[in-house]
């Protein structure tokens, strides 16, 4: 069974700093891929990036970028230069190549300090 | 605007009362979910459905049930709910398999 791990249920960065949060997962699939997403106060879910499992490159999105290493099954999403607007519940995803079902880490709940 | 349209947003209800969450989405996606968010557990799937008149369980889909009758719609029927469903809960769509879901505003769900 696919499952979804964050360990750090809580961090904190200062604003315009740099925070990683980490994310590993379980899958014997060769293909998949993987998700971050951002809940807000507002309890919106909002995707942050993607990564497909078949590609080396990691994603990036402005200031949100991955560190996807498929072989140790590890997904950690690096937000720089951190804003007020980043504090959030983040939510680490998996989805199984040609399946509808999203697998959900327990999330970690980031704090940005001004 | 396209977007994933759920209500309530809040409800409290007594056990054993019948309710029912619609979901409506406007970007006529193939694929819809239910998911319910509980601290420390993340979200865990309850119900999808593929297209119309095709629907399945999830991980979780003791005392749930689902109907898709249109493309668009796709309500949540608790018929007899429990404190144990007491929970906050997300309705999903996808255009289509390996792309990212789109999720309603959640309702916020107590049973007394």
Same mark, same amino acid.
């Given at each position: 069974a696919q499952t979804v791990t964050q360990s750090q249920p809580e961090m904190?960065?200062? #604003?315009? #700093?740099?925070?990683?949060?980490?994310?590993?997962?379980d899958t014997s699939e060769s293909d998949y891929y993987l998700f971050w997403y951002k809940q807000p106060p507002?309890?919106?879910?909002?995707?942050?990036? +993607?990564? #497909? =499992?078949? !590609?080396?490159?990691?994603a990036t999105e402005n200031r949100f970028s991955v560190n996807f290493q498929k072989a140790a099954k590890s997904?950690?999403?690096k937000i720089s230069d951190s804003q007020l607007g980043d504090a959030a519940m983040y939510f680490c =995803?998996?989805? +199984?190549?040609?399946?509808? !079902?999203?697998?959900?880490g327990s999330g970690t709940k980031l704090n940005v300090k001004p | 605007e396209a977007q994933v349209t759920q209500n309530p947003r809040y409800l409290i209800t007594v056990t054993g009362k019948k309710l029912t969450v619609t979901c409506s989405q406007n970007m006529n996606h193939e694929y819809m979910s239910w998911y319910?968010?509980?601290p420390g557990l993340g979200l865990r799937q309850i119900y999808y459905s593929m297209n119309v008149e095709v629907t399945d369980k999830g991980d979780v889909p003791e005392g749930y049930k689902v109907s898709r009758k249109e493309k668009r719609n796709f309500p949540l029927i608790l018929e007899s709910p429990s404190p144990n469903q007491t929970s906050l809960y997300f309705c999903a769509s996808s255009p289509s398999l390996n792309t990212e879901a789109f999720f309603g505003q959640g309702t916020r769900l107590t049973v007394v």
């Open positions: 904190s960065v200062q #604003e315009a #700093e740099t925070v990683t949060l980490s994310c590993t997962y507002s309890r919106q879910m909002i995707l942050v990036i +993607r990564q #497909e =499992a078949y !590609k080396q490159q990691n997904f950690s999403l =995803a998996y989805i +199984r190549y040609n399946f509808n !079902k999203f697998y959900f | 319910r968010q509980d």
